[in-house]
């Protein structure tokens, strides 16, 4: 065997020299592990995220320069980068040297929370800088389509990075109408303002700053080395020829060896999927394979050409090129321009799609329309053969032979007559595999128009590429017009079989979209026959609307505040726009999460090994094979735990770790210790677990209903006479509303490092918890040593959202138990699919309801039961039912209600708190009671939301909480005004009325929302705060900061009261050290209670220092502090604060249950492709009453985050579970949370003027969960604008709509001619794909 080669590259200027390179080794570990260099995250691990974006530069021979492209770390092997410079957000700025101005404007525009995504953000921007220095919002839109970020909703990072930009393309939201005109035009107060940040002083763009690509790589890359490259590894090894003979000559002799070129189909299946080759063929060197050539026929691309070369290609030929011979390029483009995002693109290889033989990747049905051909070639020869249906065998197989090279693909040129057209329909418009994609072509001929050829291919309707073959040969000849239509709809039905088992499910729905996609054609070719002149037919103009496709946009808006008084020192930073404290740190990359901690010496990995059963008792545990693997050191389960394997809260224990028997599937049994994560990863994948299963075996709400699976206790409240009132109503409805359930999806998934400190029991854990009190207890239970032995340490969380409050207790208990056992520090970081798998999310909700009403909308008596699916375990499940009969009165007076609660006890992974903890949920139902009694009464429903909202200065809820509605009222005429929603709704009935196949609907929801915990005794807060002898000033609190902005607002509150700048003020950590027992951050009460706190500590020392400084009030703040030490007073002080008691009393139903109320309102207005089910966000208006804001900055960025989280929780988040309920949606490629895409076009936040909450600190209100429900504004327009759509077809408005409103409920509530053929002809699977739990 050859030895390994040397591997030579650049990481931000330095040159690395890697003589043992492992081909399995990605950059983002080697950076994170082996360079140290953190700023890049890693928070999917499968390219689907862009949390871990570089900037990859290297000589590109085919194109004769240096080209720079951004890349998924996570995916890149370091082996592939032989003779690349690699720029990571380390390399660009840093707050100790200069910050590059991408850095310095994405913190200062608030685009950065809890910073996770933020280095991400920074690197696609810079990239782009690089190439564009002048970019277009296009540009940036484009550049960022690939970056997720859970906790901004976008509109500041755009706000940051469009400064940018030319004058002319950053300024507006290209609407029409200026929404900047549209919110000031409402507004008389001149204390207002817009202005979040300034620019004033902002960096300029100086290239020089940028690190140069290294000569000596430049130099090497023109000298070209014609060795094979050979890397070896401890499982993989790789070979890298450079050129084509050698590829061929090693393919030959490795003929099972797959080819390796992008990564991005290989790399997830290794990380998911656990597959691996002991050899690899890496072609990225040889030159033949990426060599571009135009010729008259067309374009030949070779295999290994990225598909932003094949873009960009495409793009500048369709400029260049007539359109009739371009049209084949155009529809190739607009697949492209939706393929992936563009780091993908820059990484995956034209060729590596076609391989990858997978029908969800979009390229090869629009190739295959397009005739277009392929080159492969091995040691016997070169063959070129057609792309089409015969080009697979089966899923992942092609007629390729082993030894075989896919060496380029040639697109032709399209001819005179011919129309093409692709089309593609994902669970999220961009950075989401294809449900259904679909290439279609038709060679029309003479004045009659007939079909001379028709070349029609689907992805997504079975194992592999789909071409109805039948129904192109009996429409040969026929004339393109209305009976085609009809006939080849019928031949279409017949013919496109979608086999019930298709992996992903939704049969039915695959086929309308195959059905619905050659309606598109149809149009779309009748319309371009007469734009060519060769057809005087028309496509009646509502029918045009089926062609329209929607706009991806850079959301626009404006976002307004109240100044605060002019007579407010200008010193003093409460009320006014400040920048995250962590902001700078976070955009350089130095901010540190509990994964970025440099190894402890002799540190392991612990990996956890969960159930595959739902419930079943377990026989046996064998770890014997995984112990054998290299690396092993420890396997633990229950037994090893010293203390209590129980986590006990509020009197329901769970288990740590199963003991007898598993009640899910994804419950830990046990955990392997190793010395890197993939050795324990791999190790534990070989744990032998023997089970016997049981009965029953529960996983929906239905099935706990039929079985009265419920927890206890089952809650009801009651106001008034409910069953009397109903029999006086003029009508009753009884309905219901399902919501599935949320997968937090915080960047930063779930983990630790716990460090035994080898004297007196003691152990200091790193750790992302919300609830760092509750983890310290459960740990020195489960170690049996007490809480003062144990420390816990949060620096900062990369999001929480209520999802790091419980399960990472566990998950500490047992890492720590690990720790202890081995006596080395032990890491836990869990893969995204271990993460969603393992903690829960938000719990699914059926809500039932009976309604009694009149005609003119007024509720006269509901009664509601909520059933919550809370899976295996109670864990917060029944307050969060609590919290959902707290709300189900929302802005309503309904004299007599009555809600009851249940919690489905079921054999799920336990669900557990996410933001709004069950008030989004019932507050959802209630406005579905609503929405469907306006339907009912054909009044429209802000009308019959009026008719019932709580009026006057004193009200009181259905559990007879006073409170005052008129902040809540001042929000809804606000927003109704604001939003312009009056003419709007009548453009929209105008729109709906004019277009067949768009519709529009608009919504707009009130809210009231309680803040606080219900459990009285959670709201406390307490504070540590220290002087020290320099005059700087160290806060501790108990609260976490996890991107909401709380150390700030901490740092507001002590610069105001000890009148130094927040400069001056540092906030370290939450340490349970330093603030013992304190409560969650969450409830929306984070900065009520350690701002209190802070406040309450500040004043105890200033009333201490105060007669230093009345002796010298000319001394500065330094000399006080120094004279107070030489006076023997003490400069530190602990602050505590007592909330008001807050309980409900559930026997008789009432009491206060919170603190205050955060009110607000909200307007959205959507779009939806009645026969797609896409739908675009239009526009939001909402104006929320936070008080007296402490931050606006942070505030509105809550309420945005919040907004668009919720926006994902109603139309595009949906998890599945496989009928033996395992879940299936397990990474960023299943599950799609909203991008920058699905963010309202239009969006616009205004904090409600001359609002006070007497009860919070300085003026303020909670807004961290509230913003979450008005996404729902989104559903109710969604569910509007499907009744304009079934209006046309004579249906009536009243139909079921789940949320989330996903594309296949949208579409297949739109029912229409094809809807019904798909229903007719798809067969019902005997087991479905997924199940609604
Ligand atoms: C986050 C993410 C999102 C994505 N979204 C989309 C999407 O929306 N639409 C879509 O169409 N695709 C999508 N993809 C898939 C992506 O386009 C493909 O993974 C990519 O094109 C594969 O190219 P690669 O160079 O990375 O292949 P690799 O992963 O390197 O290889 C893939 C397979 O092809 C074989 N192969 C590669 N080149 C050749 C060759 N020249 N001759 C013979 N065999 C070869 C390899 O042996 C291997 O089996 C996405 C991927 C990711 C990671
Ligand atoms: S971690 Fe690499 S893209 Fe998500
Ligand atoms: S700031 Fe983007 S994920 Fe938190």
């Known amino acids: 065997m050859v030895d390994s080669s040397e591997l030579l590259f650049y990481i931000n200027g330095k040159k690395i020299v890697e003589r043992n390179a492992d081909p399995e080794e990605v950059l983002l570990s080697f950076l994170r592990r082996k360079v140290g260099l953190t700023g890049a995250k890693s928070a999917c691990g499968g390219g689907g995220c862009g949390a871990c974006t570089v900037m990859v530069s290297r000589y590109d021979h085919s194109q004769e320069r240096v080209i720079h492209y951004t890349v998924t770390a996570c995916l890149q092997p370091i082996v592939t980068l032989h003779g690349a410079a690699v720029v990571t957000v380390e390399g660009i700025g840093s707050t100790k040297t200069k910050l590059h101005p991408v850095q310095e404007r994405i913190a200062k525009a608030h685009g950065s929370q809890c910073g996770f995504c933020t280095p991400g953000m920074v690197m696609s921007m810079y990239t782009l800088l690089r190439t564009t220095p002048q970019p277009s919002m296009e540009d940036i839109r484009e550049a960022l389509a690939g970056n997720l970020c859970r906790c901004t909703g976008y509109r500041p990072i755009i706000d940051g990075f469009k400064t940018f930009c030319d004058a002319q393309s950053s300024g507006c939201c290209g609407s029409g109408k200026c929404c900047r005109e549209n919110g000031a035009e409402d507004s008389n107060d001149s204390d207002l303002s817009e202005q979040l940040f300034l620019q004033d002083h902002f960096l300029p763009l100086d290239p020089t700053q940028d690190l140069i690509f290294p000569p000596e790589l430049m130099i090497k890359a023109q000298q070209r080395s014609g060795h094979v490259l050979c890397f070896r590894g401890a499982r993989v090894s790789l070979k890298a020829p450079s050129d084509l003979p050698q590829l061929l000559e090693l393919k030959s002799r490795h003929p099972e060896a797959p080819l390796l070129l992008g990564n991005t189909t290989l790399g997830p299946n290794l990380q998911v999927k656990g597959q691996h080759s002991p050899l690899l063929i890496y072609a990225g060197r040889v030159t033949e394979l990426s060599r571009v050539e135009w010729s008259k026929n067309g374009l030949s691309i070779g295999a290994g050409s990225s598909l932003s070369r094949l873009k960009g290609e495409l793009e500048r030929a369709v400029q260049q090129t007539e359109e009739e011979l371009s049209a084949g390029f155009r529809a190739l483009l607009l697949t492209l321009q939706s393929l992936a995002g563009k780091q993908i693109r820059n990484m995956a290889t034209v060729g590596g799609n076609i391989m990858s033989a997978n029908p969800k990747y979009d390229l090869c049905s629009v190739l295959a329309a397009l005739d277009c051909t392929l080159d492969i070639c091995s040691e016997d020869g070169t063959r070129t053969v057609a792309l089409d249906e015969d080009m697979f065998r089966g899923f992942g197989q092609t007629i390729l032979r082993p030894e075989e090279v896919l060496l380029s693909l040639h697109v032709p040129y399209s001819r005179a007559g011919e129309y093409v057209a692709a089309f593609r329909q994902a669970q999220r418009r961009e950075l989401a595999f294809s449900i259904v994609n679909a290439g279609m072509k038709v060679s029309l001929h003479g004045d009659a128009n007939t079909i001379e050829s028709l070349r029609i291919f689907y992805g997504g309707v079975g194992p592999t590429l789909v071409r109805p073959a039948l129904t192109c040969q009996r429409l040969m000849g026929r004339s393109w017009g209305e009976e085609l239509l009809s006939e080849a709809c019928s031949a279409l039905t017949e013919e496109v079989r979608v086999p019930a088992s298709v992996p992903g499910g939704q049969a039915e729905y695959r086929k309308t979209l195959a059905l619905s996609f050659f309606y598109k054609f149809y149009l779309y070719v009748m319309e371009e026959m007469r734009a060519r002149g060769v057809s005087g037919a028309r496509v009646p103009e509502e029918h045009l609307s089926a062609l329209t496709p929607f706009r991806n946009q850079v959301p626009q808006g404006a976002q307004s505040f109240q100044l605060v008084s002019q007579s407010q020192s200008s010193f003093d930073p409460v009320g006014r726009p400040s920048m995250h404290c962590s902001g700078l740190e976070q955009a350089t990359g130095e901010a540190k999460y509990y994964d970025d901690l440099p190894p402890v010496h002799g540190e392991l990995f612990v990996h956890m090994v969960t159930s595959t059963r739902a419930h079943a008792k377990v026989i046996n545990i064998d770890p014997s094979r995984a112990l054998q693997m290299p690396g092993v050191v420890s396997f633990i389960s229950a037994t090893d735990v010293p203390g209590s394997n129980q986590r006990l809260w509020f009197n329901t224990v769970e288990e740590i770790f199963t003991e007898r028997e598993v009640v899910c599937v994804g419950q830990i049994v046990g955990a392997l210790v190793a010395e890197s994560r993939d050795q324990a990863r791999r190790a534990a994948a070989r744990i032998h677990v023997t089970y016997e299963d049981l009965q029953p075996v529960l996983f929906t709400i239905q099935d706990a209903i039929k079985h009265n699976s419920y927890f206890e206790p089952k809650r009801k409240l009651e106001r008034g006479h409910v069953d009397a009132a109903m029999e006086t109503a003029e009508h009753v409805l009884e309905d219901e509303l399902y919501m599935g359930g949320q997968e937090h999806f915080y960047m930063e998934t779930q983990g630790l490092i716990a460090v035994p400190r080898g004297e007196s029991d003691e152990m200091d854990l790193y750790v992302g918890t919300q609830h760092a009190a509750f983890t310290q207890e459960l740990v020195s239970h489960a170690l049996g040593v007490c809480s003062n032995k144990i420390t816990c340490h949060v620096k900062r969380l990369g999001g929480g959202f209520g999802g790091k409050v419980m399960k990472i207790a566990a998950l500490s208990?047992?890492?720590?138990?690990?720790?202890?056992?081995?006596?080395?520090?032990?890491?836990?970081?869990?893969?995204?699919?271990?993460?969603?798998?393992?903690?829960?999310?938000?719990?699914?909700?059926?809500?039932?309801?009976?309604?009694?009403?009149?005609?003119?909308?007024?509720?006269?008596?509901?009664?509601?039961?909520?059933?919550?699916?809370?899976?295996?375990?109670?864990?917060?499940?029944?307050?969060?039912?609590?919290?959902?009969?707290?709300?189900?009165?929302?802005?309503?007076?309904?004299?007599?209600?009555?809600?009851?609660?249940?919690?489905?006890?079921?054999?799920?992974?336990?669900?557990?708190?996410?933001?709004?903890?069950?008030?989004?949920?019932?507050?959802?139902?209630?406005?579905?009671?609503?929405?469907?009694?306006?339907?009912?009464?054909?009044?429209?429903?802000?009308?019959?939301?009026?008719?019932?909202?709580?009026?006057?200065?004193?009200?009181?809820?259905?559990?007879?909480?006073?409170?005052?509605?008129?902040?809540?009222?001042?929000?809804?005429?606000?927003?109704?005004?604001?939003?312009?929603?009056?003419?709007?709704?009548?453009?929209?009935?105008?729109?709906?009325?004019?277009?067949?196949?768009?519709?529009?609907?608009?919504?707009?929801?009130?809210?009231?929302?309680?803040?606080?915990?219900?459990?009285?005794?959670?709201?406390?807060?307490?504070?540590?705060?220290?002087?020290?002898?320099?005059?700087?000033?160290?806060?501790?609190?108990?609260?976490?900061?996890?991107?909401?902005?709380?150390?700030?607002?901490?740092?507001?509150?002590?610069?105001?009261?000890?009148?130094?700048?927040?400069?001056?003020?540092?906030?370290?950590?939450?340490?349970?050290?330093?603030?013992?027992?304190?409560?969650?951050?969450?409830?929306?009460?984070?900065?009520?209670?350690?701002?209190?706190?802070?406040?309450?500590?500040?004043?105890?020392?200033?009333?201490?220092?105060?007669?230093?400084?009345?002796?010298?009030?000319?001394?500065?703040?330094?000399?006080?502090?120094?004279?107070?030490?030489?006076?023997?007073?003490?400069?530190?002080?602990?602050?505590?604060?007592?909330?008001?008691?807050?309980?409900?009393?559930?026997?008789?139903?009432?009491?206060?249950?919170?603190?205050?109320?955060?009110?607000?309102?909200?307007?959205?207005?959507?779009?939806?492709?009645?026969?797609?089910?896409?739908?675009?966000?239009?526009?939001?208006?909402?104006?929320?009453?936070?008080?007296?804001?402490?931050?606006?900055?942070?505030?509105?960025?809550?309420?945005?985050?919040?907004?668009?989280?919720?926006?994902?929780?109603?139309?595009?988040?949906?998890?599945?579970?496989?009928?033996?309920?395992?879940?299936?949606?397990?990474?960023?490629?299943?599950?799609?949370?909203p991008a920058l895409c699905d963010v309202p076009a239009e969006f616009n936040v205004h904090l409600l003027a001359n609002a006070e909450n007497p009860h919070a600190i300085y003026m303020s209100k909670g807004i961290g969960e509230p913003p979450v429900f008005f996404g729902a504004t989104v559903f109710f327009a969604i569910k509007s604008a499907i009744a304009a759509a079934r209006s046309d077809t004579g249906l009536s408005a009243v139909f079921p709509l789940s949320s989330p409103a996903t594309a296949a409920r949208i579409r297949m509530s739109c029912e229409d001619q094809f809807t019904h053929m798909a229903a007719s002809s798809t067969e019902k699977a005997s087991s479905p794909w997924c199940i609604d739990v």
């Not at 969060?880 to 489905?904: E, F, Q, S, T, W």
């Not at 939301?945 to 009181?956: A, H, I, K, P, S």
């Not at 809820?957 to 809540?968: E, G, L, R």
């Not at 896409?1174 to 945005?1200: C, F, W, Y």
């Open 813 to 1233: 208990a047992i890492t720590a138990v690990a720790a202890l056992k081995t006596g080395k520090a032990v890491r836990c970081c869990l893969d995204r699919g271990d993460d969603m798998l393992i903690t829960g999310g938000r719990h699914p909700f059926l809500g039932k309801y009976k309604v009694g009403y009149n005609s003119d909308g007024t509720i006269v008596a509901a009664d509601i039961t909520y059933y919550s699916n809370g899976g295996c375990t109670l864990d917060e499940s029944a307050f969060i039912m609590d919290k959902a009969l707290l709300h189900m009165d929302n802005a309503y007076r309904i004299p007599h209600l009555r809600g009851r609660g249940l919690v489905c006890r079921t054999h799920l992974p336990s669900y557990t708190a996410f933001r709004g903890f069950g008030g989004p949920q019932g507050l959802t139902v209630m406005e579905s009671v609503l929405y469907e009694v306006a339907v009912r009464c054909g009044l429209p429903p802000e009308k019959v939301r009026q008719v019932n909202m709580y009026q006057g200065d004193l009200c009181y809820t259905h559990h007879m909480q006073a409170f005052c509605p008129v902040d809540m009222l001042r929000c809804w005429d606000q927003c109704l005004q604001r939003a312009g929603y009056e003419s709007r709704l009548r453009d929209i009935q105008h729109f709906n009325s004019q277009n067949r196949w768009k519709k529009r609907g608009i919504a707009v929801l009130p809210q009231k929302f309680g803040v606080g915990f219900s459990k009285g005794f959670y709201n406390q807060g307490a504070a540590l705060v220290n002087i020290y002898k320099d005059g700087s000033v160290l806060v501790s609190h108990g609260g976490t900061e996890m991107g909401q902005g709380i150390h700030t607002k901490a740092l507001q509150v002590a610069s105001r009261v000890l009148r130094v700048p927040m400069s001056s003020i540092f906030i370290k950590e939450t340490c349970t050290g330093n603030v013992p027992n304190a409560a969650p951050s969450a409830a929306s009460f984070g900065t009520d209670a350690v701002g209190m706190a802070v406040k309450d500590a500040c004043e105890t020392l200033m009333r201490r220092l105060q007669p230093v400084m009345d002796k010298s009030p000319e001394n500065s703040w330094k000399q006080w502090v120094n004279e107070a030490y030489f006076q023997k007073i003490s400069l530190s002080a602990t602050g505590f604060f007592m909330g008001p008691p807050t309980d409900v009393d559930w026997e008789k139903g009432e009491g206060d249950a919170y603190y205050y109320f955060t009110f607000g309102a909200c307007c959205s207005e959507v779009e939806i492709d009645c026969l797609t089910g896409d739908h675009k966000n239009i526009r939001t208006d909402i104006v929320m009453d936070v008080g007296r804001s402490l931050n606006p900055a942070l505030d509105i960025g809550q309420v945005e985050g919040g907004f668009v989280q919720g926006l994902g929780l109603y139309t595009i988040e949906e998890l599945h579970f496989s009928p033996d309920g395992t879940l299936l949606t397990r990474g960023a490629s299943q599950y799609k949370i």
